[in-house]
């Protein structure tokens, strides 16, 4: 029997049995006991505009180092939960496999509906899309950086577990500005410094990955 197949005979999201809940101790877990906590979008509105106030004109550079620092732990608990469930090394997982439990897990903690585009993958690109982005919802007022700079540094941080060398994230499409979907260009860091050097500012998704995908590893 392949790998694949016995895979598909366990399901870690099944949804009686992924979050418990003890109303006694008042702590929810996950079925691998990292502890679930929900936060309401009026704290996670209060937390962005403390951020603001604290950080100023570097708040979206705060946002996404913290999110890129807390993305890279979150990839490795992934890892960890995902090999000893299935016992089988994460790194073994088919493809498609590996894209169905990141999407299941983005779903089950409310962060939006995940797709994952391979399409420029040989050329060092993946393409994330995310209906429902968290911060594109809560934030109220408009922005002169992109709604979801936590998200793309927390799809950094993972990715650059996932894959093992460094990995960054460019948003290059918000929900915030009318689109159907957030978006985010993940590369080598290298070519996404170069790309955030360029003048990204109100330049369209299409714009952006055709420069991405010009410029040399």
């Known amino acids: 029997m392949s790998v694949s197949t016995e895979l598909e005979f366990k399901n870690y999201y099944i949804e009686k049995l992924y979050v418990t809940a003890n109303v006694e101790t008042g702590v929810m877990v996950n079925r691998s006991g990292r502890r679930m906590i929900a936060l309401t979008?009026?704290?996670?509105?209060?937390?962005?505009?403390?951020?603001?106030?604290?950080?100023g004109d570097r708040v979206g550079h705060v946002l996404h180092h913290c999110g890129r620092k807390w993305g890279r732990n979150f990839g490795?608990?992934?890892?960890?939960?995902?090999s000893e469930f299935y016992?089988?090394?994460?790194?073994?997982?088919p493809l498609s496999f590996f894209q169905s439990l990141l999407i299941q897990e983005f779903g089950h903690n409310g962060w939006g509906n995940l797709t994952i585009d391979y399409t420029h993958f040989e050329k060092g690109v993946i393409v994330l899309g995310l209906e429902g982005a968290?911060?594109?919802?809560?934030?109220?007022?408009?922005?002169?950086?992109?709604?979801?700079?936590?998200?793309?540094?927390?799809?950094?941080?993972?990715?650059?577990?996932?894959?093992?060398?460094?990995?960054?994230?460019?948003?290059?499409?918000?929900?915030?500005?009318?689109?159907?979907?957030?978006?985010?260009?993940?590369?080598?860091t290298k070519r996404?410094?170069?790309?955030?050097?360029?003048?990204?500012?109100?330049?369209?998704?299409?714009?952006?990955?055709d420069h991405l995908l010009s410029i040399q590893s």
């Not at 009318?178 to 590369?187: A, K």
């Open 41 to 55: 979008n009026d704290f996670l509105l209060g937390l962005h505009r403390a951020l603001e106030k604290e950080c």
């Open 76 to 82: 490795t608990c992934l890892d960890n939960a995902w």
């Open 87 to 93: 016992q089988c090394p994460m790194q073994d997982f």
């Open 134 to 188: 968290i911060m594109a919802e809560i934030t109220q007022q408009e922005l002169d950086y992109p709604a979801d700079t936590l998200t793309g540094g927390i799809f950094a941080g993972m990715f650059t577990h996932f894959i093992g060398k460094e990995i960054d994230s460019l948003q290059s499409q918000c929900n915030k500005q009318g689109n159907g979907e957030s978006r985010f260009l993940l590369s080598d």
């Open 192 to 209: 996404i410094q170069e790309l955030r050097s360029w003048n990204t500012q109100r330049k369209p998704h299409q714009e952006l990955l």
